[in-house]
């Protein structure tokens, strides 16, 4: 069992400043969940009259993207590839003093305590994130082969949650990555290259438009990446970017 | 009001009755769909893909979700993979035996026309999603890979490494975004539907809580979809995520929608095993892992030395000893009651020997680490990371947990209630199932009614009912959001000495006891006396802080855990009244000699259907006879 200190971001709403108050976490097991060890604390708050904490959360099993937090300055924790929601307990040690942060990041708003706005992401995918096909009158699923690199390749951007780490970790509060998988895991199927173009430049437009920053190259939103997608989908999202530009440039001057 | 259920099955061959249903329901003409409302609340597979699919049509949608994003349902943690009878592998499947196994997994307490229906448009999902780009596992030659799951002797499982759901969310969730971005779906993140308003007999439209600014709003519509998934979180510990609830498909049986087969809910039977009083829910690992997994305890009781160290002499591969032709591939409910047999026996591994091993030795022997990473790595991690073990070097340790519940509000074929103009689908609904849902067919369902059911029944609910006149200003609305306003204020009023998440911890404790893995008489009655009590401590020992006007989680949970501290009681009374033992229902009066479930056909064939009459009063049971034409009906046996 270990005893920690937290300093938690506290905040009303909206408006209010916020601020860090100080907690205790008390005969902490080392096979709890990080956000267990919250429920704890907010179990003791509530005992006492007094607010817990709130944060989002859903899951608890690291697919749903819900958890936010900062901890210890780093989005979910210290451990690689790993949500808040499954960061446990035995990666702290006793008398461990853990700073918990909302997301950082102009585009996300804090509503409560830990709790960000992050529908800037869905508006980002609403404006190109899919592709066009209405319900019924789809081709038989193995009339279109996709050789198995391409499928993996593709699975490994699609595998993106949408938590928002990524903007969390960039000095920029650059949404690059999150945009990137998106882009990624279409430009690497057949059923994507049909609209590139359009989905490319209203996908950056709504990421510009949200109050994004750009990419400087710091790498940082790999490393905090729970489901570790690689920075190398930014390099093919510049490409796919790059493409449009002149591809719309020779339409225009009539060059197709 | 007198109730009745007509389960509206159309006439004629199973083969042919939805081909001729479809002719026979009215269209609406293209240019009229516009004036049509429909109100979906959830934005799971099922919601989501009801929602895009309806606007796609030309209706006007608003779609309702408690998270943040509609991205984040938890179909999204579905790991293993969704059904089809596509016959890829060559290996024997067809739409027959899809629909067979199906209603032969449920133990026969399924109707026969839905889920022959289900079966044939299992392969157009597949198509749907790979069009939309779903990035389903492939084979060196480009086309679809399957894989072979629980309940079956074919492979017509496909899938996307471990996240199948996620994969199968995030398109339908694309194609909800794309309607959303278009103008044609109004989404409401971050709201949480509070009551149902029934006007005249038909439904009208629900009541919400904003989970920001506290505001309650109501919205009326033509037709309201509930598609909230399920109610396993009335146990406490469950696979869901901790914000899944019984609130919206319950307040709309309060308002007189029936609840079919409360009672049956599923237990999974490869889950992480607890490891402590902490525990806010149970980790899943996905049923795939049956595949090259083998499940094991040792043979003798009090065995201590380290699962490698146990020589093959003294391990008892139970689930390959009792069913030789299925095996690890047993069926769920099948395989859990198994598992719970050897540690009663007392052969459990583990420090609470409450957990049996999945152990993938031979099959890293077999095909090498790199495959076995390949095809589950990421369910691999997901174990290290929760139990600090790896799974490559020592086996998993896995128990039953509560996971699916098959019960729902009760729907005709055409997926609406008895009120009129309430539509539910996915797990919300009972229709699929029976008493028993085979793996990866609940991803299939949920797809299913959404993208290929609801599109076509609903037009023909509008075209027969017509535009809805009743507004948002009628009295009933007026009144049912008075009564969530005061429920609120109620729910704020509690200022006692116990925390909601304590009083729904012993909730769930009295259920697993009474109406668990197995269940009497006696241990029902229990918890059907019980269950008041506790209800009675909620309500004046509880306590919930903040206020209304604000993000309050804590007030949030507190409206969940009232109405699962009703809804309990209506799950006992359901496994009360069934004397057999079906599927996930295992009630131990009736059992054979070794120990399998006893159905009883004779006098158990039906759906049972119940109308609220009061809190804490007992249920009307309604029934709705089961006929097997098509599927023989006979015991279930994967030996």
């Given at each position: 069992?270990?005893?920690?200190?937290?300093?938690?971001?506290?905040?009303?709403?909206?408006?209010?400043?916020?601020?860090?108050?100080?907690?205790?976490?008390?005969?902490?097991?080392?096979?709890?969940?990080?956000?267990?060890?919250?429920d704890?604390?907010?179990e003791?708050?509530?005992?006492?009259?007094?607010?817990?904490?709130?944060?989002?959360?859903?899951?608890?099993?690291?697919?749903?993207?819900?958890?936010s937090?900062?901890?210890?300055?780093?989005?979910?924790?210290?451990?690689?590839?790993?949500?808040?929601c499954?960061?446990?307990?035995?990666?702290?040690?006793?008398?461990?003093?853990?700073?918990?942060?909302?997301?950082?990041?102009?585009?996300?708003?804090?509503?409560?305590?830990?709790?960000?706005?992050?529908?800037?992401?869905?508006?980002?995918?609403?404006a190109?994130?899919?592709?066009?096909?209405?319900?019924?009158?789809?081709?038989?699923?193995?009339?279109?082969?996709?050789?198995k690199?391409?499928?993996?390749?593709?699975?490994?951007?699609?595998?993106?949650?949408g938590?928002?780490?990524?903007?969390?970790?960039?000095?920029?509060?650059?949404?690059?990555?999150?945009?990137?998988?998106?882009?990624?895991?279409?430009?690497?199927?057949?059923?994507?290259?049909v609209?590139?173009?359009?989905?490319?430049q209203?996908?950056?437009?709504?990421?510009?438009?949200?109050?994004?920053?750009?990419?400087?190259?710091?790498?940082?939103?790999?490393?905090?990446?729970?489901?570790?997608?690689?920075?190398?989908?930014?390099?093919?999202?510049?490409?796919?970017?790059?493409?449009?530009?002149?591809?719309?440039?020779?339409k225009?001057?009539?060059?197709? | 009001m007198?109730?009745?259920?007509?389960?509206?099955?159309?006439?004629?061959?199973?083969?042919?009755?939805?081909?001729?249903h479809?002719?026979?329901?009215?269209?609406?003409?293209?240019?009229?769909?516009?004036?049509?409302?429909?109100i979906?609340?959830?934005?799971?597979?099922a919601?989501?893909?009801?929602?895009?699919?309806?606007?796609?049509l030309?209706?006007?949608?608003?779609?309702?979700?408690?998270?943040?994003?509609p991205?984040?349902?938890?179909s999204?943690?579905?790991q293993?993979?969704i059904?089809?009878?596509?016959?890829?592998?060559?290996?024997?499947?067809?739409?027959?035996?899809?629909?067979?196994?199906?209603?032969?997994g449920?133990?026969?307490?399924?109707?026969?026309?839905?889920?022959?229906?289900?079966?044939?448009?299992?392969?157009?999902i597949?198509?749907?999603?790979?069009?939309?780009?779903?990035?389903?596992?492939?084979?060196?030659g480009?086309l679809?890979?399957?894989?072979?799951?629980?309940?079956?002797?074919?492979?017509?499982?496909?899938?996307?490494?471990?996240?199948?759901?996620?994969?199968?969310?995030?398109?339908?969730?694309?194609?909800?975004?794309?309607?959303?971005?278009?103008?044609?779906?109004?989404?409401?993140?971050?709201?949480?539907?509070?009551?149902?308003?029934?006007?005249?007999?038909?439904?009208?439209?629900?009541?919400?809580?904003?989970?920001?600014?506290?505001?309650?709003?109501?919205?009326?519509?033509?037709?309201?979809?509930?598609?909230?998934?399920g109610y396993?979180?009335?146990?406490?510990?469950?696979?869901?995520?901790?914000?899944?609830?019984?609130?919206?498909?319950?307040?709309?049986?309060?308002?007189?929608?029936?609840?079919?087969?409360?009672?049956?809910?599923?237990?999974?039977?490869?889950?992480?095993?607890?490891?402590?009083?902490?525990?806010s829910?149970?980790?899943?690992m996905?049923?795939?892992?049956?595949?090259?997994?083998?499940?094991?305890?040792?043979?003798?009781?009090?065995?201590?030395?380290?699962?490698?160290?146990?020589?093959?002499?003294?391990?008892?591969?139970?689930?390959?000893?009792?069913?030789?032709?299925?095996?690890?591939?047993?069926?769920?409910?099948?395989?859990?009651?198994?598992?719970?047999?050897?540690?009663?026996?007392?052969?459990?591994?583990?420090?609470?020997?409450?957990?049996?091993?999945?152990d993938?030795?031979?099959?890293?022997?077999?095909?090498?680490?790199?495959?076995?990473?390949?095809?589950?790595?990421?369910?691999?991690?997901?174990?290290?990371?929760?139990?600090?073990?790896?799974?490559?070097?020592a086996?998993?340790r896995?128990?039953?947990?509560?996971?699916?519940?098959?019960?729902?509000?009760?729907?005709?074929?055409?997926?609406?209630?008895?009120?009129?103009?309430?539509?539910?689908?996915?797990?919300?609904?009972?229709?699929?199932?029976?008493?028993?849902?085979?793996g990866?067919?609940?991803?299939?369902?949920?797809?299913?009614?959404?993208?290929?059911i609801?599109?076509?029944?609903?037009?023909?609910?509008?075209?027969?009912?017509?535009?809805?006149?009743?507004?948002?200003?009628?009295?009933e609305?007026?009144?049912a959001?008075?009564?969530a306003?005061?429920?609120?204020?109620?729910?704020?009023?509690?200022?006692?000495?116990r925390?909601?998440?304590d009083?729904?911890?012993?909730?769930g404790?009295?259920?697993?006891?009474?109406?668990?893995?197995?269940?009497?008489?006696?241990?029902?009655?229990?918890?059907?006396?019980?269950?008041?009590v506790?209800?009675?401590?909620?309500?004046?020992?509880?306590?919930?802080?903040?206020?209304?006007?604000?993000?309050?989680?804590?007030?949030?949970?507190?409206?969940?855990?009232?109405?699962?501290?009703?809804?309990?009681?209506?799950?006992?009374y359901?496994?009360?009244?069934r004397?057999?033992?079906?599927?996930?229902?295992?009630?131990?009066?009736?059992?054979?000699?070794?120990?399998?479930?006893?159905?009883?056909?004779?006098?158990?064939?039906?759906?049972?259907?119940?109308?609220?009459?009061?809190?804490?009063?007992?249920?009307?049971?309604?029934?709705?006879?089961?006929?097997f034409?098509?599927?023989?009906?006979?015991?279930?046996?994967?030996?």
């Amino acid at each position: 069992m270990m005893n920690l200190k937290l300093k938690v971001w506290r905040q009303k709403n909206a408006q209010d400043k916020g601020r860090i108050v100080d907690y205790d976490a008390k005969d902490v097991s080392p096979d709890m969940s990080f956000l267990e060890m919250l429920d704890i604390v907010n179990e003791e708050l509530i005992l006492k009259g007094q607010e817990p904490i709130v944060f989002d959360h859903d899951c608890r099993e690291g697919i749903c993207g819900m958890c936010s937090q900062t901890i210890n300055g780093i989005p979910h924790g210290p451990e690689r590839g790993t949500t808040v929601c499954q960061l446990h307990m035995r990666h702290f040690k006793d008398g461990d003093t853990i700073f918990i942060e909302p997301w950082r990041a102009r585009a996300f708003p804090v509503m409560k305590d830990l709790i960000v706005d992050r529908s800037a992401l869905d508006k980002i995918i609403q404006a190109g994130g899919f592709v066009s096909v209405d319900t019924g009158g789809c081709p038989d699923a193995n009339s279109l082969p996709i050789a198995k690199d391409d499928a993996e390749d593709s699975m490994d951007a699609a595998a993106c949650i949408g938590c928002g780490a990524c903007v969390a970790a960039c000095k920029n509060a650059s949404a690059m990555l999150f945009v990137s998988a998106k882009v990624g895991h279409f430009a690497k199927l057949p059923q994507g290259k049909v609209e590139r173009e359009r989905r490319i430049q209203a996908m950056v437009k709504a990421m510009d438009d949200a109050g994004f920053g750009n990419c400087t190259n710091y790498y940082e939103c790999e490393a905090v990446c729970p489901k570790e997608i690689s920075v190398r989908f930014i390099a093919l999202m510049n490409r796919e970017y790059l493409r449009t530009i002149n591809h719309l440039g020779r339409k225009k001057s009539g060059g197709f | 009001m007198m109730t009745t259920l007509d389960s509206k099955v159309p006439a004629g061959p199973i083969t042919e009755k939805w081909d001729k249903h479809r002719f026979n329901m009215k269209l609406v003409n293209p240019a009229n769909k516009r004036k049509y409302s429909a109100i979906v609340v959830g934005s799971g597979l099922a919601g989501a893909s009801a929602a895009a699919s309806l606007a796609e049509l030309g209706y006007q949608v608003s779609c309702f979700c408690y998270q943040d994003s509609p991205r984040r349902a938890h179909s999204i943690a579905a790991q293993g993979g969704i059904n089809a009878a596509k016959n890829y592998p060559n290996d024997g499947d067809s739409i027959w035996r899809l629909f067979y196994d199906t209603v032969k997994g449920g133990d026969f307490r399924a109707r026969e026309a839905n889920v022959y229906r289900l079966a044939q448009v299992s392969d157009e999902i597949i198509d749907q999603c790979v069009a939309q780009g779903v990035p389903f596992a492939r084979d060196y030659g480009g086309l679809l890979d399957n894989r072979s799951f629980g309940g079956a002797l074919v492979s017509r499982t496909f899938y996307a490494r471990g996240q199948t759901g996620q994969q199968l969310l995030l398109g339908a969730y694309s194609a909800l975004s794309r309607q959303i971005g278009l103008g044609t779906i109004k989404m409401f993140p971050r709201t949480e539907m509070l009551d149902l308003v029934v006007v005249d007999g038909r439904a009208r439209g629900i009541v919400t809580r904003d989970m920001v600014t506290g505001k309650i709003f109501s919205y009326a519509a033509d037709a309201v979809i509930l598609a909230t998934g399920g109610y396993s979180n009335v146990f406490f510990l469950s696979t869901n995520a901790i914000g899944c609830n019984v609130t919206a498909t319950y307040r709309a049986y309060k308002r007189g929608a029936m609840f079919a087969n409360p009672c049956y809910t599923q237990i999974h039977p490869t889950c992480i095993p607890v490891s402590g009083e902490h525990q806010s829910k149970l980790t899943l690992m996905s049923e795939s892992l049956r595949n090259d997994g083998r499940i094991w305890v040792p043979l003798n009781k009090g065995e201590k030395r380290a699962a490698n160290d146990i020589p093959e002499a003294e391990r008892d591969y139970y689930l390959e000893r009792k069913y030789p032709s299925y095996g690890n591939l047993a069926p769920r409910d099948i395989s859990s009651r198994a598992a719970k047999q050897v540690c009663d026996e007392g052969r459990g591994v583990g420090d609470t020997g409450k957990g049996v091993y999945l152990d993938f030795r031979d099959a890293i022997n077999r095909l090498g680490e790199d495959v076995i990473r390949e095809r589950y790595g990421n369910l691999f991690d997901m174990y290290e990371r929760i139990t600090g073990e790896n799974p490559y070097k020592a086996p998993m340790r896995i128990y039953p947990a509560l996971h699916y519940t098959m019960g729902g509000l009760w729907v005709d074929y055409n997926l609406m209630s008895n009120i009129p103009g309430l539509f539910v689908l996915g797990e919300a609904n009972f229709s699929d199932h029976g008493a028993n849902r085979l793996g990866a067919s609940a991803l299939m369902q949920g797809l299913a009614d959404g993208y290929f059911i609801i599109p076509y029944t609903i037009g023909d609910f509008y075209v027969r009912s017509g535009v809805s006149k009743v507004t948002t200003d009628h009295e009933e609305f007026k009144k049912a959001e008075a009564e969530a306003t005061d429920r609120m204020k109620k729910l704020l009023a509690l200022k006692g000495k116990r925390t909601v998440v304590d009083i729904h911890r012993q909730l769930g404790k009295v259920l697993w006891e009474g109406c668990g893995m197995g269940r009497n008489e006696a241990g029902l009655k229990k918890a059907l006396a019980e269950i008041p009590v506790i209800r009675e401590e909620f309500w004046k020992n509880a306590i919930v802080t903040g206020g209304n006007e604000e993000i309050n989680q804590a007030l949030e949970r507190a409206g969940r855990v009232a109405d699962f501290l009703e809804f309990a009681e209506l799950m006992v009374y359901d496994a009360l009244m069934r004397r057999e033992s079906c599927g996930g229902h295992f009630r131990e009066e009736s059992q054979t000699k070794e120990g399998e479930a006893l159905r009883n056909d004779a006098e158990y064939s039906y759906v049972s259907a119940w109308e609220y009459t009061g809190v804490g009063k007992t249920p009307t049971l309604y029934k709705e006879p089961l006929t097997f034409e098509n599927v023989l009906l006979a015991e279930r046996s994967y030996k």
